[in-house]
Structures are given as C-alpha cells and as structure tokens.
C-alpha cells in the first residue's frame, strides 16, 4: 500500500527495502565525512577561543567558489586546489581573528557572536554581489564515476572525501601533539593566564588557531565541490549539522569530530530511510539533544 | 523607583505614536521596532539577566504563532482566547526545555545549542503534522474586525503591540527590582556563589524560561495576526531566533532599556542602508552586517553601555573551565 | 509647474504660491486642471523581488523580466490612454521573507506606486497582496503558484499564470496523453518532492489525481531544503523501481537528485517533473546535456511558435540572461498592469482593479487559451509540457504548441 496523505507519511514512510540498508550506511558514512571535514576546523576553533563561530558557513562558501574558479577560469583541479586555497583561507583566517574577531569580543562571548553574524552577513551578500545567485557546478572527469563497495555505488570524489577527512584529521592530530605550535595551543586552551606567563603570544597563537580552522575548510571545499555545488547561501546547509558534530564529538576533539561526523552520516540516513527524508531530519537533533543531556561532554568528550 | 517613571514616561510617549504619525511607513517601521523589542526583551528575561544564551528562541515564537493560527482554522476558535492560548503554549514549550536542560546542569554553548536543537525538532514536527498544515502552512482567512483580532488600520495593530511590549518590559523591570529578579542575576553572575548563599538555581532559571517564552510566544501571535501567514520557516526557522538575541545584545544585554534601544538603532541602520543603497541586490545587507561589526568593535557593552557607564554595568558570565570542560 | 518654476525666482504671489504648495503637498486643489491629474508624468509600477537571500536567483532573474517589460513599453510609446505615460519601476527588495515583502509594500503605496508586480514566491505573494488589498492598490502576482493567493477575494490581486492546482490537472492529464501515445506505457511512479508549499501542494494533488489515470504511486518522498545528499533517496527509487520518477522541487535539489540518478544509474522510463523542474531550464541543459536529455516537465512556458515569444527571448539572452519562467511570467505580469492602465485610461486603483478584473489581454506569445480572469485568476493560464531532446528545450504537449513529438520511453 502506498502511503496516502499527510499523516501515515507521518506515521513512517513505507518500510524500506532490507537490501538498500548496507548501500544507504555506506553512503552516509561518506556524507558524514564531508560532514567531518567542515567539523575538524569547527572543532578547533571552539575548543581553542571557545568561541561560537556564526561565519563558519559563509567561509566555506568562499572556499567554494575559490575552488569554483580556479577550476573553471583556469582548468585546475579541485584535488590540486589543495595545495593552494587551504593556505590562503588559513590567511584569510588569521586576519580574521587578529584584525576584527579578537579585538571587537573584549572578553566577551556575545560580542563574538555578534562579530561572527556580522561578517557572515557581508561575506554572503558580497559574495551575492560579486559572484551572483546563480549555483555553480564544476564538471571533472571523475564526477560520474563510482567504485563498487559491497554492491553499492560509491562515487569517487565521495571516497575520495571520506579518506581526506582521515587525513585531515590525522594531520591535525600530529600538528597538534609534536609541534610548539600545537603545544603553545593546547596551553592556551586549557589556562589563558598561565600560557602568556610563560611568554605564549596569546593573539598569534589565537590567529593561528582560527586560521588553522579556516584552512580546514579550505580542504572541506576542495573535497566538497566535485559532488556539490556553490551559491552565495551553501554553507548554512552546513553550519547547524557541524555544530551538532562538534558537541557530540566532544569540542576540541579531532578523533570526536571525525567518529561524531561519521555518526551523524550515518544516522542522518538511516532515519531518512524509516521516518521519511524530510521528518528523518529529526533523528540528528533529537540524538543531538539526548547526547548532550545525558552525556554533557560529548561521545568522546575530552579537550584539546 | 526612578527607572519605572522613566519606563512610564516612555511608553506614554510611544503610545501617542499614531496620533502624530499619520504615514503608513512610519507607523509600520514602529511597529516592527515594538515587536523587535518584544522579541529582544523576552530573551533578554533569560539571557540578559539570567545569563542563559539561547539560540532558539524560535521555538517560542513559532509556537505561540501556531498555536493561534491553528486554533482559529482548525477550531475555530477566537484569536483573543488564542492569544493567551499561544502565550501559554510557548510557556509549556519553555518548561519542557528548561526541564531538561537546567535539570542536567546545562551551561553555556551546550545550552545555546540544545535550544538550537528544539527549535529545529519543532520546525521539523511543524512541517510534517497536518495540523500546522506541513509544508503547505496556515492562511489565516482575512477577516478584518477588532473581534477577529485583525484590524483595518495600522495604528490598532500598533497599540496591540505596545501593550504587549509594555508588559514585557514591566516585567523586566520586575526582574530588576525583585528578589526573584536578585537570585536570577546571582546565578548568572556566580552560580555555585550562588548556591551557597541558598539561592535554587534550578527553580530560578526555570522561571526566567518560562517568563521569557510567554513574552517571546506573544511575539509570534502578533505576527501570525499581522501577516496571516505561517510555515514552518517563518515560525520555527533561525531568523526569528538571530534576531531576539541581536536586538538586545546591540542595545545592552541584562539592561532594562537596552532592547528597546537595540530594536530602534537595528531597524535604523536597516532602513538607512536600504535607503542609502538602494536597488543593488545585497549591498544593502553588506553594509547593515559591517554597521553591525563596527558597533561591536567601538560600543563592547553595547547602546546601553554608553548611558549606565557610570553605574556598574552587569556581569556577562565569565567563561570558567567547568562549562566547558 | 514650470511656469511657477520659472517665476520663483522673480518672486510668487501669494496666492500663486499658495496654489504650487498645495498641490506640491498633494492636497489638490478644486479647479485644478483634470488633465493634469489624469495624466501623472509617469505611472509608477512597484517591482517586489527577493533579489537577496535564498531564493536570490529566481527573484533576480524576475526582476530582469519585469525591467525589460518596462523598457519595452516605453520603448512602444508608454501608456497611450494617458496620452504616452512612461513607467517607472520603483524596486524593492523582499529579502525572501514576507514581513519584508509587504513592508515594501508599504513603502510604495506612500511612494504614489500606481501597481505592483510581485512576489515570485507564494509566501511573499500572500503578504504582498495582502498588505496592497487595505489600499486596492493593484497587485498582480507574476509567479506564486499557490492557489490560496487567489482565493482571498482580494479585488485588487491578479495572477496571469496558472496556479498550482491547474498545473497539477494538465501534468496529469498531459501523462495520461503521452502514455497513450506510447507502446510501452508508465504504470507506476514515485514521487519526490520538496517540502515547503509549492512541492508538498503539488505532490498532494498528483497522488490524488495519478492512480485516475492508471498510474499507481508507489512511494511520495519528502525532502528538506537543503537536502545534501540525494543518495538516500535514489537508493529507494532504485528499491521500488517505478516507471516514472516525478521530481517537484527547486533547482539546487534538482541538480544533485538528477547527477545522483546518473551515479546510481537509475534506469525509468520516464523523469516527469512538475514545476521548478530543471528541465525547462537552459542553464541545466547546457550544464549537464547528458544528464538533462529525454527527461520531460510540466512548466511554464512560452508558446515556441509565437514570433513575439522567440524574440522576446531572444532579447533576453543578448541581454545575457538566462531565458527561465520567472522572467517571462515577470514580464507578462508588467504587460498585464500595464494593459490596466491603458485600459481604465487612468492610474485611480479602482478603475486599475475593474480594468483588471475585466482582461482580455491578448497572451498569443503563452500557451495560454483566451485571458479570461475569474476571481483575480487568469483561468486560461495553461502549464505546457517540455522534454530535452539533443540539447534542446522543445514543447511536446499539448500538440497545438508542440515543437516536437515525446520520446517515450526516454531511452528508446
């Protein structure tokens, strides 16, 4: 029986085919991935400045459209676009931080909010001026390709997402564990005070805290792009689901990032799956809440 | 004593609004400034005297929106019942979320989140439930009358708001001036402090939920009586939430008039950079989102900072390790 | 007016200056010549768009129609009956939300706007209405596809363009022709639809009205706005493996549902979208040529075999713009208002609205039957159906306005 009108489609969407559950999970630890990857540099962010970054969406939007248009004005491929847009979003997001984010909070949280809302508000509605509302997409010869795991189809540029975000992360992980830069931070995280006795220069460090999370969504674009498309307004799709990520992985936490995005993926399709596309949306949030009632910290909660 | 007279003297001033204000421009942009400041106030009650930072506000709003819009087309029943009946509907959401969220000792970003997270429960739910209408929404049919709480003119819808207004704010000036008002701000400023001296967190935070829902609920029956239209965007979405908390955090977070004056310096720069741009789709925007940056970077504590710089001005909660370890 | 110009500087009388002041105030004043008053310099047409936020594409793209409309006119000698009244678009922006929307509204009326063509999306246009009916301002509604906006008994709101519940009845209808047409016929479909009002509105109406026509649906799949993987839901379509998938959803969501049918190779007979469908858009045909070729919509469109029609179009691409159904309904709408006023021979919103409501305006270049308004709604006002074929757009359906004969099953 189909399922007629609003409520049965309420009430649960058909049960699904059994045979499409192994391709739908595989499918939406790729997304999750993706998912990761806008999360890692989120993830930083927060557990560093503690700060809740509204613009997190409208910067990966110009990460996408620097992948957008040095792949269409000057054919390069998105893959090779990692060698050059995660260093200039990492500059963008130093000056950022040091130039407007650090010095309009004061010491305080709803200053930053509001310094984040701001500048997401003008990088979307520059971005609407410069590069118009059209979406963009860009055509590689690997768009349409797929890889065959287990029966299912995964298209490549999603496989190729999924084993960049394990990368990522892992670069991260090792930036942050062996180098004095990633000391310097962890230090600053944990005790503002202590760090800058010991002659920590809490604004570098700080900027480079928030370039470093911006450079990750540099990498996020590059991924993203060969599977999605640009428009002034993308990166809200993004920014609520990151979110989530950050709190279930714990903030500050790579590994939890990265197992939290996966999650995510996967719970995201699965509920799309018994409750229906649109109510299985409802599955994120309502984990979401649980989790952070019951398990404030996070699934892996522990900090930088 | 002396901030209730001036409260007095001010809202006597705004009520006289559409006497002199005979362009319907004018009487709309008041309108929207008293319903910002409704908005603002309301989360005000909770984040700026309570400290508790929601980023869902929506949840209350759209709410209180559906549940008069519901209760008119689906029952039939007046929207002046609906009025309260949408305020109190919002209380119970509120109830539910500071239930659950004050009880497990939820602070800071986490709260904030978790409130983002209701809002988008309910917009979801009020897509799918044939109730609200799902995705297709709720008209409310036009029919102008002072009984059907639609009016012809805008100076009736003007006075609607103020009174909802008025009575948000005394309120807030309750809060300020009480000893519920006293606990609530200790909690914010120290909470284990707090404690100690026997104040009930728990019990104080709940209250300033669900004091600022019923207000933030009212905002989303005006809307639904002014517009007549409801979806799940409109009433559940970010923006209703983004602005709630931007109205009194540009005017002065925790401060009795700062909404009123966020509400009014907000709309102005809105309606100066549409006016001062123009046709060129989005400029307008750029400009009002770097007014926005540039008022953060040289007023810290916002309008209300300027005016009470002498008097200590409120406490945001400092960042401490607990909450965020 | 310039004669009491050119005497200020000499001084006025005082009564000279009395009479300028009021009617520079806008009083008028008894004994002022009618003329005057009947013939405004310009007739002011309020163009409300969401030309920022999400929907910025769509609300510029009508903004560009209903400005080439006005040139055009004016071009063309204005408004005639107002012995060559030019138009003067007064723009505003909606941001995508109503509130916005009918406080732009607002603005104009105090401007002096004669009429308004707005709303692009149903939402807005249910405000914008709204918010125009408290001063009868005329309001005709260029796109907005709900049909609660015609249903108020608003006297001053007018669409020329079919509403939902019409596209819906000629999507299903036009289907039942084709399949009739065809060897192998669609038995069984599924539905995959946005959620908001126009996908949800229609799909409603199509699972009615499709097992009517012998086609079963299987399955009605909601989707949220933005949806960033389409996996899930190809994966079902794979699982049911309809005859038809009925795609109702905007273009971001269509791109990514179409690209992972390609991935997931997805094999129908048939993609049969109804509204918003990415396949009566240009841009995605000249995108993904592939992807786009042989799947069918039911849309707006233009009658491919009216000269006006093509050169219309053609205009509008040498303008670089990209020829989609909100530039030509936007465009419609401003010839619609514009017919108001030459018409009533007046700018009075009454005579505006009565002129209107009466419209027999000659829509030729639309695949429209003759204008006739019934309750503010233009019931000739057809949706056509299109199929890409080798890269084109053509007209398949009905065969009055066909360009070329459906290719059924798409593969064959």
Sequence with gaps: ?304 | MRTLIILAAVFAALALVPLFVVSDVWLNIAIMVLYSALLGQAWNMLGGYGGQFSFGHAAFFGTGAYTVAVLQVQYGINPWVGLFAGGLAAVVVAAIIGYSTFRYGLKGSYFALVTLAFAEVLRILSNSVPITGAGVGLLIPLQVAPSNLQFADKGSYYWLVWAMALAAFLVAWWIGNSRFGAQLMAVRDNEDAARALGVRAYSVKLRAIMLSGFFSGLGGVFYAQYFLYLDPHIAYGASVSIESLLVPIIGGIGTLFGPLLGAIVLHAISEFSRDLIGDIPGISLVLYGTLLVVMVLFLPRGLAGLLIRRKAAPQTPKKTEAEHA | MTDSKGKRNGGLGRREFLATGAAALGLGVTGFPAVLRAQPASVKVGLIHPVSGFIAFSGTQCRAGAEMAIADINAAGGIKSLGGAKLEAMLGDSQGKPEVGASEVSKMVEGGVHGIVAGYSSAISLATSQEAAKSMTPHIVDVGVSDQIVDRGLKNTFRFAPGYGTIAKFAVDNLAGINQMSDDKAKTAMIIHEESLFGTGTANLLQKKLPEIGIEVLDVIKHANPTRDFTNIVLQIKSKKPDLIIPANYYNEYVLLARTMRQQQVKAKGIYSVLGGAASNYKFVNEFPEAAQGIMDCNHWFNPKSEIALQRKAAAEAKGLVYTYEVFLAYNAVVALADGFERAGSTEHDAVNEALAASTLDMSYMPYGPTKMINGQNVGARPVNTQVLDGKIEVIFPQAFASAKPVFPMNS
């Design chain 1, 1 to 304: 029986m189909p399922p007629s009108g609003a409520f049965s489609q309420f009430i649960v969407s058909a049960m699904p085919d059994l045979a499409i559950i192994i391709p739908s999970v595989l499918n939406g630890l790729t997304t999750g991935a993706l998912y990761a990857l806008v999360a890692l540099g989120l993830t930083l962010i927060y557990g560093v400045l503690h700060i809740i970054n509204f613009a997190h969406g409208a910067l990966l939007m110009l990460g996408l459209y620097a992948v957008y248009y040095l792949n269409t004005r000057f054919g390069i491929d998105p893959y090779v676009c990692l060698l050059i847009v995660p260093p200039v979003m990492f500059a963008l997001g130093y000056v950022l931080q040091r130039g407007i984010i650090g010095r309009a909070s004061h010491g305080r949280d709803e200053n930053i909010l509001l310094v984040t809302l701001g500048l997401s508000i003008v990088i979307e509605n520059l971005a609407l001026f410069f590069f118009k509302s059209d979406t963009r997409i860009i055509d590689t010869p690997y768009s349409f390709e797929v890889i065959q795991i287990l029966g299912a189809f995964v298209p490549e540029p999603k496989v190729f997402a999924f084993l960049g975000a394990f990368v990522t992360a892992g670069l991260l992980w090792a930036l942050m564990t062996f180098t004095d830069l990633g000391r310097a931070i962890r230090a600053l995280a944990k005790e503002r005070k202590g760090a800058t006795l010991v002659g920590i220069n809490a604004d570098h460090v700080y900027a480079m805290s928030f370039g470093l999370g911006i450079a990750c969504l540099g990498v996020a674009a590059c991924l993203l792009l060969p599977s999605y498309y640009v428009s002034p307004q993308v990166g809200q799709g993004f920014v609520l689901i990151a979110f989530t990520i950050v709190v279930l992985g714990g903030m500050g936490s790579f590994v939890g990032a990265l197992i939290g995005g996966l999650f995510i993926g996967v719970v995201e399709a699965l509920s799309g799956l018994f409750l229906g596309e649109s109510l299985g949306q409802i599955g994120i949030f309502a984990i979401f809440i649980l989790v952070l009632i019951f398990r404030p910290t996070g699934l892996l909660g522990h900090k930088v």
